[in-house]
């Protein structure tokens, strides 16, 4: 039974990386795609910052700061236009990233999108260690009822790494987010 089951694990990833095609890769190799943007548009108090960092060979983006929910605040995010990028028939959003045992999310914003708070939100827990997380575009929750309930992938227009929600310390090292097919 135990063998079955390893067997057809290494089946199903085998498959998974055969027919899965990468669309869109950052892995923070270049400076100045990434802009970072607080509640403080909005009157909030949550302040933070993002780096480029280099960890052994590996090239990273940080972000820290403190989310606050004083003055109906309470978000943190870095964000990366993708106008230029065909982003058609993508199924998947991997994120390999690593920080302080805290819940972030990935907020897309679509060319539905077109007020400030409206996004497209999926959520993950780091741990200490680097873990990759595959979020299915079509797990994506709309932030309200204006919004197409589905995104349609070739709409995508950006892409977020989001501090929310609460007020804590967010630490987040991220190694690299792609779009796979």
Do not use: C
């Amino acid at each position: 039974m135990y063998k079955k089951f390893i067997f057809t694990i290494i089946i199903l990833s085998m498959s998974f990386s055969s027919n899965s095609e990468t669309v869109f890769i950052d892995k923070f190799t270049s400076n100045g795609d990434w802009k970072i943007i607080t509640d403080q548009v909005m009157g909030g108090v949550s302040e933070g910052e993002f780096n480029y960092k280099k960890i052994g060979k590996d090239f990273t983006i940080v972000l820290t700061g403190n989310v606050s929910t004083k003055n109906n605040g309470g978000f943190i995010q870095i964000r990366r236009n993708l106008n230029n990028v065909n982003l058609n028939q993508v199924k998947n959003l991997m994120v390999q990233a690593r920080g302080n045992n805290e819940k972030y999310f990935i907020h897309l914003r679509t060319t539905f999108t077109i007020l400030p708070w409206q996004y497209y939100q999926s959520s993950f827990v780091v741990e200490n260690n680097f873990k990759n997380f595959v979020l299915p575009i079509k797990n994506f929750k709309r932030s309200g009822y204006l919004l197409p309930k589905e995104i349609n992938p070739k709409n995508i227009k950006s892409v977020a790494i989001v501090a929310f929600g609460k007020d804590y310390r967010a630490e987040l090292i991220i190694k690299e987010i792609s779009f796979i097919k």
